[in-house]
């Protein structure tokens, strides 16, 4: 019996046999781990050796809708990838919207298990059910919209006019040269951009996956969905973020939001206040470069809300046009690197788009770089006469396409910031957790958000747990930034269900308008199972595990992780509403250890037979890795 | 004193200024106070959900200080964001 809303097939693809084959989801798993980044997470658990090299042919990559993806539930046209990161080398999954993830399930499967390595390059075409891997000797080389272009001309000649309806998930030069943040990207413009999933694809030589279908998933209770859908989308309505600040000026609205609070990370997080955020605010941007009329079609699949931004740049020489920026990546090439000039960070972002590369990475290891240039650690032969300085526009536009093709100091950047640092002989510049850059929030002025970035499972991120929506925005309500007090309990809930509206696979920012409940009642009417809130907190809370515990087997992952980098815990923020602060987790983190169940940031064997993970607690027993 | 009154996303368009300096007698007032001077703003605020309103005082929220009633001095800077949001 296939549980409403999935297609209840996965698509298994051996690149060494070059075959495809078709396989169940079961029930019972996905009760457990919904879809999405939960199912995700058990699949690689299951199938792959957390050891493994994440660019060897023993990784394992899955792309993953869930049970909401293209059922018409509000802000559900996303998609996500999950495989062991080449940046941070945990479990990481990366997420995308767009219109691939939904045409994924039309085409007749949940997901795409990838494994092996091909010979040569090749493409995989998945189709009304079926599926088959073809050359793509042709594509390799070419950047993702030329790229996407040949693969739907190519198809042109096979389905006629319908070929306009494929959806292509592919990757550029950066996944094929290996740059350690590559992102997959999809319908051009949208970005799988953390954690270098581009670069696992890349190892393999799969070059693209194009998608096409008709089948619509069916929901396993219509009448209570179409219930639930009026009532997300009247939410949606009545919530100002969701209805009239992202549609007006998309994620790019938060960049003097941020900026007032004193905590947008300026020159490498040096300080937390940029006197230039005005000139590349989502004000300025609506009043230039944004191009309204194309934003609807720039927007996800069915989303009310379409924040997707679509700019145009007619000032050289940073003449061009794409989708974005977004805020992460207004900050990256912005403030992080002391640049003010709107017009550069978009020409930066477009290449970005082009070339398959992770904004934020990309930005925040130009920064990195740029400090490194400041302190003397650069030998000045190595730069080539680039002037590398704050505020450079040409550093920015010209070190990303350096760091695509590992063009001279590109080569380097494309390790990422960390290995960058260490590289160059100064490992605290980098500000990473895990190996992943930090992204576009000072910690110092946000303390349970900086709680959330040291535990992040998939290395630096800020989206495992938004505490800046109840920290800084007051969603759903507003609570002391400064204060550590209760943080930890605030950010294992937010952890727990995020995990699973990842596994639904719906849009975070729905959050901002729907509750809880309202996600219970979303995933009881689709799938077909009674759900209730402490059932999906528990969904949530295990993934958590399993993730921590993956980690734990990949590289003993624990409480020498769950860190910070000194400069945020023991450099107070120098000026600005914030200043003073450091970020104060030694009063944080022993007691969200306490609150999740854990020993020293490893999950206990309690803890683990609680969520059904005996296994997972006898695998960390094995290897001495449980703790006592 | 002075105090700098800046708005911030929507709030430009609906009131058709991004900034204004307020003067008010004496070294200290309150943010109503200020607000009295900037009856279109104040409308603005109070016709709508007040609390949907971000309100910084110098950066810091006022509903971490006195609301309405949070003191400000010569220099303070008031800015006043609608909701917004992102990633």
Redesign the interface.
Known sequence: MVLGGYTGKILRVNLYEEKVYVEALPDEVLKKWIGGRGLGVYLLLKEINPKVNPLSPENKIILLTGPVTGTGYPMSGRWCSVTKSPLTNTVHDSHSGGKWGPELKFAGFDAIIVEGVAEKPVWLWVHDGKAELRCASHLWGKDVHSTTDMIIDELKAEIGDDAKNVKVACIGPAGENLVRFAAIMNDKNRAAGRGGHGAVLGSKKLKAIAVRGTIKPKPADEGAFREAVMKAMDKIKK????S???P???????V??IN???IFPTRNFQTGVFPGAEKI???RMAETILIKEKVKEEACWGCPVA?ARYTKVTTPPWTGEGGGP???TIWAFGSQCGVDNLEAIAKANFLCNELGLDTISMGHAIGTFLELVEKGKIPKGVLRGLRAEWGSLEAIVELTWRTAYRSGIGNDLAEGAKKLAEKYGAPELAMVVRGQELPAYDPRGVQGHGLGYATSNRGGC??RA?LI?PEV???PQ?V?RFSTKGKPKLLKDFQDLFAVVDSMVIC??ST?AIAAEDIVEALTAVMGVKFTVDDVMKIGERIWNAERAFNVLSFGDGRAYDTLPKRLLEEPMPE???KGYVVKLGEMLDEYYSVRGWKDGRPTRAKLEELGLKWVADRLEEEGLLPE | MKVKV?L???L?EKLGWKEKIVEVEGEKATLEAILDKLPDLKEAILSSDI??F?I?V????V??LKLLKTEVKDGTEI?I???????
């Not at chain 1, 007006?248 to 938060?254: M, N, S």
């Not at chain 2, 110098?58 to 929220?61: A, E, F, K, P």
């Open positions: 919530s100002p973020v969701t009239q600040a992202l007006a000026y998309g994620t790019a609205v938060l003097n939001i007032k609070h004193g605010s989502g004000e924040c977004e805020y992460e800020h989206l938004y929506a925005l007051g969603v507003l002391d975070k920012f901002f600005g509403p914030a | 800046v911030f996303s929507f430009r609390d949907s971000l910084l110098d950066g810091v929220n509903r971490l800015a964001f609608p909701p917004g949001g992102g990633g």
